[in-house]
Protein backbone atom coordinates (compact mmCIF):
# COMPACT_ATOMS: atom_id res chain seq x y z
CA UNK A 1 0.00 0.00 0.00
CA UNK A 2 1.52 3.42 -1.25
CA UNK A 3 1.28 6.93 0.39
CA UNK A 4 1.94 8.40 3.62
CA UNK A 5 1.73 6.19 7.16
CA UNK A 6 -1.54 6.17 8.97
CA UNK A 7 -0.56 7.70 12.61
CA UNK A 8 -1.10 5.74 15.46
CA UNK A 9 -4.25 4.01 16.24
CA UNK A 10 -4.74 6.68 19.86
CA UNK A 11 -3.75 9.69 17.30
CA UNK A 12 -6.48 11.89 15.73
CA UNK A 13 -5.76 11.65 11.80
CA UNK A 14 -7.25 15.59 12.64
CA UNK A 15 -8.73 17.92 14.63
CA UNK A 16 -12.23 17.86 15.11
CA UNK A 17 -12.49 21.36 13.79
CA UNK A 18 -10.23 20.45 11.12
CA UNK A 19 -12.54 17.97 9.96
CA UNK A 20 -13.65 19.21 6.96
CA UNK A 21 -10.52 20.01 5.48
CA UNK A 22 -8.92 16.13 6.06
CA UNK A 23 -8.03 13.68 3.80
CA UNK A 24 -9.13 10.07 4.89
CA UNK A 25 -6.16 7.91 5.51
CA UNK A 26 -7.14 4.50 5.81
CA UNK A 27 -7.36 3.42 9.67
CA UNK A 28 -6.88 7.13 9.87
CA UNK A 29 -8.63 8.10 14.11
CA UNK A 30 -11.43 10.75 13.33
CA UNK A 31 -12.57 12.16 16.64
CA UNK A 32 -15.89 13.83 17.52
CA UNK A 33 -16.93 16.73 19.21
CA UNK A 34 -17.44 17.21 22.90
CA UNK A 35 -20.91 19.50 22.81
CA UNK A 36 -23.25 16.19 23.95
CA UNK A 37 -25.58 16.22 20.87
CA UNK A 38 -25.25 14.97 17.33
CA UNK A 39 -23.51 17.56 16.09
CA UNK A 40 -20.58 15.89 17.74
CA UNK A 41 -20.74 13.34 14.81
CA UNK A 42 -17.50 13.45 13.17
CA UNK A 43 -18.73 11.72 9.66
CA UNK A 44 -20.99 14.95 8.96
CA UNK A 45 -18.12 16.96 9.23
CA UNK A 46 -15.78 14.90 7.17
CA UNK A 47 -18.50 14.92 4.29
CA UNK A 48 -20.79 17.42 4.30
CA UNK A 49 -24.11 16.80 3.27
CA UNK A 50 -24.48 12.55 4.02
CA UNK A 51 -26.00 13.06 7.62
CA UNK A 52 -25.14 12.48 11.14
CA UNK A 53 -26.98 9.32 11.95
CA UNK A 54 -27.96 5.64 10.91
CA UNK A 55 -25.87 3.13 8.61
CA UNK A 56 -26.47 3.93 5.47
CA UNK A 57 -25.64 8.03 4.50
CA UNK A 58 -25.37 9.29 1.23
CA UNK A 59 -25.64 12.54 -0.78
CA UNK A 60 -28.53 12.27 -3.00
CA UNK A 61 -31.39 10.31 -3.63
CA UNK A 62 -31.58 6.54 -4.36
CA UNK A 63 -35.14 6.70 -5.36
CA UNK A 64 -34.58 8.81 -7.28
CA UNK A 65 -31.38 6.98 -8.81
CA UNK A 66 -29.02 9.63 -8.56
CA UNK A 67 -26.29 8.88 -5.53
CA UNK A 68 -22.71 10.80 -5.72
CA UNK A 69 -21.40 9.47 -2.65
CA UNK A 70 -22.30 7.24 -0.15
CA UNK A 71 -21.01 6.24 3.89
CA UNK A 72 -21.55 2.84 5.17
CA UNK A 73 -21.01 3.27 9.22
CA UNK A 74 -21.05 0.32 11.25
CA UNK A 75 -20.57 0.44 15.17
CA UNK A 76 -19.72 -3.35 15.68
CA UNK A 77 -22.37 -4.11 18.49
CA UNK A 78 -25.23 -5.85 16.41
CA UNK A 79 -24.59 -9.69 16.84
CA UNK A 80 -27.69 -10.05 14.99
CA UNK A 81 -25.95 -8.39 11.77
CA UNK A 82 -22.65 -8.98 12.39
CA UNK A 83 -21.05 -6.68 10.10
CA UNK A 84 -17.45 -7.91 9.42
CA UNK A 85 -13.93 -6.79 7.60
CA UNK A 86 -11.53 -9.56 6.79
CA UNK A 87 -8.49 -8.04 6.74
CA UNK A 88 -6.47 -10.84 4.87
CA UNK A 89 -8.66 -10.43 1.87
CA UNK A 90 -10.22 -7.15 2.14
CA UNK A 91 -13.55 -8.46 1.93
CA UNK A 92 -16.18 -6.30 4.03
CA UNK A 93 -19.50 -8.19 4.63
CA UNK A 94 -22.63 -5.49 5.49
CA UNK A 95 -26.20 -5.84 5.91
CA UNK A 96 -28.83 -4.15 4.52
CA UNK A 97 -31.75 -1.92 6.63
CA UNK A 98 -34.38 -4.21 6.66
CA UNK A 99 -33.34 -5.30 10.28
CA UNK A 100 -37.26 -5.70 11.73
CA UNK A 101 -40.20 -7.58 10.27
CA UNK A 102 -43.01 -5.29 9.13
CA UNK A 103 -41.56 -4.11 5.67
CA UNK A 104 -40.81 -5.76 2.17
CA UNK A 105 -37.26 -6.03 1.93
CA UNK A 106 -36.92 -2.85 -0.30
CA UNK A 107 -39.47 -0.50 1.62
CA UNK A 108 -37.19 0.90 4.44
CA UNK A 109 -36.97 4.31 5.38
CA UNK A 110 -33.56 4.95 4.44
CA UNK A 111 -33.50 3.39 1.22
CA UNK A 112 -30.46 1.29 1.64
CA UNK A 113 -31.47 -1.61 0.38
CA UNK A 114 -32.70 -0.17 -3.07
CA UNK A 115 -29.75 1.63 -3.50
CA UNK A 116 -28.10 -1.86 -2.72
CA UNK A 117 -29.58 -4.09 -5.46
CA UNK A 118 -29.49 -0.81 -7.48
CA UNK A 119 -25.48 -0.72 -7.12
CA UNK A 120 -24.78 -3.98 -7.68
CA UNK A 121 -27.00 -4.39 -10.80
CA UNK A 122 -25.04 -1.57 -12.46
CA UNK A 123 -21.91 -2.73 -11.24
CA UNK A 124 -21.94 -6.02 -13.57
CA UNK A 125 -22.46 -3.83 -16.26
CA UNK A 126 -21.04 -1.43 -18.78
CA UNK A 127 -18.04 0.83 -17.72
CA UNK A 128 -20.69 3.46 -18.30
CA UNK A 129 -23.34 2.25 -15.84
CA UNK A 130 -20.38 1.45 -13.10
CA UNK A 131 -19.66 5.35 -13.47
CA UNK A 132 -23.24 6.15 -11.64
CA UNK A 133 -21.85 4.06 -9.06
CA UNK A 134 -21.04 5.95 -6.06
CA UNK A 135 -17.95 5.90 -4.19
CA UNK A 136 -18.91 3.78 -1.04
CA UNK A 137 -16.53 5.00 2.36
CA UNK A 138 -16.53 2.53 5.13
CA UNK A 139 -16.07 3.74 8.68
CA UNK A 140 -16.62 2.36 11.69
CA UNK A 141 -17.24 3.53 15.68
CA UNK A 142 -13.55 3.30 17.09
CA UNK A 143 -12.60 1.76 20.18
CA UNK A 144 -12.19 4.85 22.20
CA UNK A 145 -15.07 7.13 23.66
CA UNK A 146 -17.13 9.51 22.61
CA UNK A 147 -18.56 9.73 18.74
CA UNK A 148 -14.46 9.22 17.51
CA UNK A 149 -14.58 6.92 14.24
CA UNK A 150 -11.77 5.01 12.27
CA UNK A 151 -11.78 5.31 8.60
CA UNK A 152 -11.15 1.80 7.06
CA UNK A 153 -11.44 2.20 3.29
CA UNK A 154 -13.15 3.23 -0.23
CA UNK A 155 -15.33 0.23 -1.22
CA UNK A 156 -16.20 -1.05 -4.44
CA UNK A 157 -18.98 -3.33 -4.86
CA UNK A 158 -18.24 -7.02 -5.25
CA UNK A 159 -15.19 -9.20 -5.21
CA UNK A 160 -12.70 -10.61 -7.73
CA UNK A 161 -13.91 -14.14 -6.72
CA UNK A 162 -17.14 -13.59 -5.73
CA UNK A 163 -20.11 -15.30 -7.65
CA UNK A 164 -23.20 -12.32 -8.75
CA UNK A 165 -24.67 -14.51 -5.87
CA UNK A 166 -22.46 -14.55 -2.94
CA UNK A 167 -21.95 -10.38 -3.93
CA UNK A 168 -25.71 -9.55 -3.04
CA UNK A 169 -27.88 -12.11 -1.58
CA UNK A 170 -31.42 -11.03 0.66
CA UNK A 171 -31.15 -13.71 3.33
CA UNK A 172 -34.05 -14.74 6.02
CA UNK A 173 -34.15 -13.59 9.55
CA UNK A 174 -36.74 -14.30 12.20
CA UNK A 175 -37.93 -12.41 15.17
CA UNK A 176 -40.65 -12.97 17.10
CA UNK A 177 -41.53 -15.98 15.44
CA UNK A 178 -42.04 -13.05 12.40
CA UNK A 179 -40.14 -14.03 9.38
CA UNK A 180 -38.49 -11.07 7.36
CA UNK A 181 -35.73 -10.50 4.10
CA UNK A 182 -32.30 -8.28 4.46
CA UNK A 183 -29.28 -8.31 2.28
CA UNK A 184 -26.10 -9.51 2.96
CA UNK A 185 -23.55 -7.05 0.71
CA UNK A 186 -20.30 -7.90 0.11
CA UNK A 187 -17.55 -5.30 -1.35
CA UNK A 188 -14.15 -5.40 -1.88
CA UNK A 189 -11.61 -2.75 0.36
CA UNK A 190 -9.60 -1.32 -2.75
CA UNK A 191 -5.93 -1.01 -2.49
CA UNK A 192 -5.50 3.03 -1.78
CA UNK A 193 -4.20 4.65 1.22
CA UNK A 194 -5.38 8.01 0.54
CA UNK A 195 -8.65 9.37 -0.57
CA UNK A 196 -7.78 13.04 -1.43
CA UNK A 197 -9.74 15.95 0.08
CA UNK A 198 -10.19 17.37 -3.67
CA UNK A 199 -12.25 14.57 -4.56
CA UNK A 200 -14.10 14.34 -2.04
CA UNK A 201 -15.36 17.72 -2.89
CA UNK A 202 -15.55 17.10 -6.83
CA UNK A 203 -18.16 13.97 -5.99
CA UNK A 204 -20.45 14.97 -3.47
CA UNK A 205 -20.72 18.42 -5.76
CA UNK A 206 -22.01 16.13 -8.47
CA UNK A 207 -19.19 16.01 -10.23
CA UNK A 208 -17.48 13.48 -12.88
CA UNK A 209 -15.92 10.71 -10.27
CA UNK A 210 -13.23 9.55 -12.62
CA UNK A 211 -11.77 13.20 -12.51
CA UNK A 212 -10.63 15.24 -9.59
CA UNK A 213 -7.80 13.58 -8.14
CA UNK A 214 -10.01 10.33 -8.31
CA UNK A 215 -7.66 7.56 -7.13
CA UNK A 216 -6.76 4.79 -9.79
CA UNK A 217 -7.85 1.95 -7.86
CA UNK A 218 -11.31 3.52 -8.70
CA UNK A 219 -11.01 3.90 -12.16
CA UNK A 220 -9.78 0.51 -12.99
CA UNK A 221 -12.93 -0.52 -10.61
CA UNK A 222 -15.26 1.62 -13.28
CA UNK A 223 -13.65 1.17 -16.60
CA UNK A 224 -12.84 -3.38 -16.16
CA UNK A 225 -14.24 -3.87 -13.18
CA UNK A 226 -10.98 -4.87 -12.02
CA UNK A 227 -10.26 -4.93 -8.12
CA UNK A 228 -7.56 -4.07 -6.56
CA UNK A 229 -8.28 -4.91 -2.50
CA UNK A 230 -5.95 -4.16 0.28
CA UNK A 231 -5.02 -7.23 1.95
CA UNK A 232 -3.02 -6.87 4.90
CA UNK A 233 -1.65 -10.44 6.41
CA UNK A 234 -2.04 -11.19 10.34
CA UNK A 235 1.46 -10.69 12.03
CA UNK A 236 -0.10 -12.00 15.04
CA UNK A 237 -1.20 -15.76 14.99
CA UNK A 238 -1.94 -16.16 19.02
CA UNK A 239 -5.19 -14.94 20.23
CA UNK A 240 -6.17 -14.29 24.35
CA UNK A 241 -8.71 -16.03 26.19
CA UNK A 242 -11.25 -13.34 25.52
CA UNK A 243 -10.77 -12.83 21.97
CA UNK A 244 -11.28 -16.02 21.53
CA UNK A 245 -15.14 -16.24 23.53
CA UNK A 246 -17.90 -14.18 22.76
CA UNK A 247 -18.28 -11.23 24.99
CA UNK A 248 -21.94 -10.02 24.62
CA UNK A 249 -24.39 -11.76 26.74
CA UNK A 250 -26.49 -13.66 23.43
CA UNK A 251 -22.99 -14.82 21.83
CA UNK A 252 -22.28 -16.82 24.98
CA UNK A 253 -25.94 -18.13 25.63
CA UNK A 254 -25.48 -19.50 22.21
CA UNK A 255 -22.25 -21.12 23.45
CA UNK A 256 -24.12 -22.41 26.63
CA UNK A 257 -26.95 -23.99 24.57
CA UNK A 258 -24.58 -26.11 22.37
CA UNK A 259 -23.10 -27.04 26.00
CA UNK A 260 -26.35 -28.40 27.26
CA UNK A 261 -27.70 -29.87 23.99
CA UNK A 262 -24.54 -32.24 24.25
CA UNK A 263 -24.50 -32.62 27.94
CA UNK A 264 -23.64 -36.37 28.69
CA UNK A 265 -22.85 -37.00 25.49
CA UNK A 266 -20.67 -34.75 24.45
CA UNK A 267 -18.66 -37.04 21.98
CA UNK A 268 -21.86 -36.38 19.91
CA UNK A 269 -20.31 -32.77 19.73
CA UNK A 270 -18.02 -34.47 16.62
CA UNK A 271 -21.04 -34.61 14.10
CA UNK A 272 -21.84 -30.77 14.65
CA UNK A 273 -17.98 -29.39 15.03
CA UNK A 274 -18.15 -31.18 11.22
CA UNK A 275 -21.40 -29.12 10.23
CA UNK A 276 -19.75 -26.01 11.62
CA UNK A 277 -16.34 -26.75 9.72
CA UNK A 278 -18.28 -27.59 6.77
CA UNK A 279 -20.24 -23.54 7.12
CA UNK A 280 -16.56 -22.54 7.04
CA UNK A 281 -15.09 -24.89 4.39
CA UNK A 282 -18.31 -25.36 1.58
CA UNK A 283 -15.98 -27.52 -0.09
CA UNK A 284 -15.96 -30.11 2.20
CA UNK A 285 -16.63 -33.73 1.41
CA UNK A 286 -17.26 -36.78 2.92
CA UNK A 287 -16.40 -37.08 6.76
CA UNK A 288 -16.42 -40.33 8.38
CA UNK A 289 -16.50 -40.75 12.12
CA UNK A 290 -13.62 -42.98 14.38
CA UNK A 291 -13.58 -44.07 17.38
CA UNK A 292 -14.72 -41.49 20.82
CA UNK A 293 -11.41 -40.47 22.67
CA UNK A 294 -11.19 -40.58 26.50
CA UNK A 295 -10.95 -36.63 27.25
CA UNK A 296 -14.49 -35.84 26.04
CA UNK A 297 -13.82 -35.49 22.06
CA UNK A 298 -14.44 -37.15 19.22
CA UNK A 299 -12.61 -37.61 15.63
CA UNK A 300 -13.64 -36.98 12.12
CA UNK A 301 -11.47 -37.91 9.09
CA UNK A 302 -12.55 -35.89 5.81
CA UNK A 303 -11.71 -34.67 2.61
CA UNK A 304 -11.57 -31.23 1.42
CA UNK A 305 -12.03 -30.91 -2.65
CA UNK A 306 -10.10 -28.00 -4.59
CA UNK A 307 -10.18 -27.44 -8.36
CA UNK A 308 -13.27 -27.41 -10.97
CA UNK A 309 -15.98 -29.57 -10.91
CA UNK A 310 -15.10 -31.87 -13.71
CA UNK A 311 -11.59 -32.49 -12.29
CA UNK A 312 -11.44 -31.62 -8.80
CA UNK A 313 -8.71 -33.14 -6.37
CA UNK A 314 -8.84 -33.83 -2.69
CA UNK A 315 -7.09 -33.30 0.27
CA UNK A 316 -7.40 -35.00 3.22
CA UNK A 317 -8.16 -33.65 7.19
CA UNK A 318 -8.75 -35.09 10.39
CA UNK A 319 -10.81 -33.10 12.59
CA UNK A 320 -10.68 -33.37 16.20
CA UNK A 321 -13.75 -31.61 18.76
CA UNK A 322 -14.08 -30.36 21.72
CA UNK A 323 -17.20 -29.91 24.02
CA UNK A 324 -15.54 -27.84 26.19
CA UNK A 325 -16.71 -25.35 29.17
CA UNK A 326 -15.12 -21.91 28.63
CA UNK A 327 -13.17 -22.26 31.73
CA UNK A 328 -11.45 -25.59 30.44
CA UNK A 329 -8.76 -24.18 27.81
CA UNK A 330 -7.33 -26.65 24.88
CA UNK A 331 -4.25 -27.23 25.09
CA UNK A 332 -1.07 -28.74 24.14
CA UNK A 333 -2.08 -32.64 25.04
CA UNK A 334 -5.05 -32.37 22.94
CA UNK A 335 -3.56 -30.56 20.02
CA UNK A 336 -0.40 -33.11 20.05
CA UNK A 337 -2.99 -35.85 19.55
CA UNK A 338 -4.21 -34.45 16.57
CA UNK A 339 -0.94 -33.77 14.62
CA UNK A 340 0.06 -36.96 15.44
CA UNK A 341 -2.28 -38.24 13.23
CA UNK A 342 -1.95 -35.96 10.34
CA UNK A 343 0.07 -37.43 7.62
CA UNK A 344 2.45 -35.62 4.97
CA UNK A 345 -0.32 -33.21 2.72
CA UNK A 346 -3.07 -33.86 5.17
CA UNK A 347 -4.09 -30.84 7.40
CA UNK A 348 -6.17 -30.45 11.06
CA UNK A 349 -9.34 -29.11 12.35
CA UNK A 350 -9.49 -28.53 15.99
CA UNK A 351 -13.18 -26.78 16.85
CA UNK A 352 -14.06 -26.26 20.58
CA UNK A 353 -16.92 -24.72 22.48
CA UNK A 354 -14.08 -22.94 24.57
CA UNK A 355 -11.27 -21.48 23.76
CA UNK A 356 -6.99 -22.51 23.05
CA UNK A 357 -4.48 -21.91 25.36
CA UNK A 358 -1.47 -19.86 24.28
CA UNK A 359 1.23 -22.65 24.65
CA UNK A 360 -0.58 -24.71 21.85
CA UNK A 361 -1.27 -21.89 19.76
CA UNK A 362 2.38 -21.11 19.52
CA UNK A 363 3.56 -24.47 19.22
CA UNK A 364 1.43 -24.63 15.97
CA UNK A 365 2.45 -21.23 14.56
CA UNK A 366 6.32 -21.73 15.10
CA UNK A 367 6.54 -25.26 14.08
CA UNK A 368 3.97 -24.21 11.09
CA UNK A 369 1.72 -27.52 11.95
CA UNK A 370 -1.44 -27.20 9.13
CA UNK A 371 -4.18 -26.65 11.57
CA UNK A 372 -7.11 -24.40 11.75
CA UNK A 373 -8.75 -23.58 15.37
CA UNK A 374 -11.93 -23.03 15.55
CA UNK A 375 -13.02 -21.51 18.92
CA UNK A 376 -15.64 -20.39 21.25
CA UNK A 377 -15.89 -16.77 18.85
CA UNK A 378 -15.70 -18.04 15.85
CA UNK A 379 -18.34 -20.32 16.31
CA UNK A 380 -20.80 -18.04 17.76
CA UNK A 381 -20.16 -15.70 14.59
CA UNK A 382 -20.25 -18.49 12.10
CA UNK A 383 -23.76 -19.58 13.41
CA UNK A 384 -25.00 -15.37 12.91
CA UNK A 385 -23.61 -15.07 9.63
CA UNK A 386 -25.62 -17.75 8.59
CA UNK A 387 -28.74 -16.96 10.33
CA UNK A 388 -28.84 -18.71 13.79
CA UNK A 389 -28.80 -15.29 15.43
CA UNK A 390 -30.87 -16.27 18.85
CA UNK A 391 -30.65 -19.25 21.60
CA UNK A 392 -33.98 -20.03 20.16
CA UNK A 393 -32.70 -20.33 16.32
CA UNK A 394 -29.53 -22.27 17.68
CA UNK A 395 -31.18 -24.79 19.42
CA UNK A 396 -33.85 -25.61 16.63
CA UNK A 397 -31.02 -25.99 14.46
CA UNK A 398 -29.13 -28.16 17.50
CA UNK A 399 -32.76 -30.39 18.14
CA UNK A 400 -32.83 -30.97 14.23
CA UNK A 401 -29.56 -31.78 13.03
CA UNK A 402 -28.52 -33.69 16.08
CA UNK A 403 -31.16 -35.15 18.38
CA UNK A 404 -30.21 -36.70 21.10
Known sequence: MSGPASPRADEPAAAFADLGAADLLVDGYYPGGSSG???????????PGVGNQGGFRYVGSPRRGKVNLVVLYTTGDQPDWPDALDLQTG????????RTPGHELHETSRAGNLLLRDVFNASHGTPEQRQAVPPFLLFEKASTRGRGVRFRGLLAPGGP?????DELQAVWRTTRRQRFQNYRARFTVLDCAVIPRTWLRH???????LTGDCPREWVSWVRGRAYLPLTAPATTLVRSRDEQLPQDVQGRAILAAIREHFHGREHDFEACAVALWRLIAPATG???????SRDGGRDAVGQYHIGPAADRISIDFALEA?????TNSVGVREGSRLISRLRYRHFGVLVTTSYFNRQ??????DDQHPVALVCGRDIADLLRQHGYSTVYAVKTWLERQFPP
Not at 91 to 98: Q, R
Not at 322 to 326: F, L, N, P, Q, V
Not at 360 to 365: G, P
Open 322 to 326: KCYAD
Open 91 to 98: LFTYYGDN
Open 203 to 209: VTGGGDP
Open 360 to 365: LQQEIR
Open 161 to 165: ALTPD
Open 37 to 47: HVGDDPIAKLL
Open 286 to 292: HCEATRP
